[in-house]
């Protein structure tokens, strides 16, 4: 499984952004998709799952309201679509997966990169204040 983000940028306060995970080696649709973002100095951070289905999400608290994460099954794709940017959100983004199947989980669990069996490279969003 190979997981490809792109999308990130430099962008002003206020300003928005739209981040894209393509998986290949297999089709996403039945997996959980996540995004994770780590600043310099910084641990990893969770910022936002969607569950196999697609039809649950889970946010940080930080980005909560201005985030939004998607799925494009016919595309394979994850998305991230970030408006209100602050300079607090610079990061590199990465995207990750889990490797079991249709399988839903604990609300929490989510959160946790222990989820997550299959990380691809980062995209580096920069917010200008």
């Known amino acids: 499984v190979q997981l490809q983000a792109s999308g990130g940028g430099l962008v002003q306060a206020g300003g928005s952004l739209r981040l894209s995970c393509v998986a290949s080696g297999r089709t996403s649709s039945s997996y959980v998709m996540g995004w994770f973002r780590q600043a310099p100095g910084e641990e990893r951070e969770f910022v936002a799952a969607?569950?196999?289905?697609?039809?649950?999400?889970y946010y940080a608290d930080s980005v909560k309201g201005r985030f939004t994460i998607s799925k494009d099954n016919a595309k394979d794709t994850v998305y991230l679509q970030m408006n209100s940017l602050k300079p607090e959100d610079t990061a590199i983004y990465s995207c990750?997966?889990?490797?079991?199947?249709?399988?839903?989980?604990?609300?929490?669990?989510?959160?946790?990169?222990?989820?997550?069996?299959?990380w691809g490279q980062g995209t580096q969003v920069t917010v200008s204040s």
């Open positions: 969607i569950s196999w289905s697609g039809g649950s999400a």
């Open positions: 990750a997966t889990d490797k079991n199947p249709r399988r839903t989980y604990t609300g929490p669990r989510y959160y946790s990169p222990s989820l997550y069996n299959y």
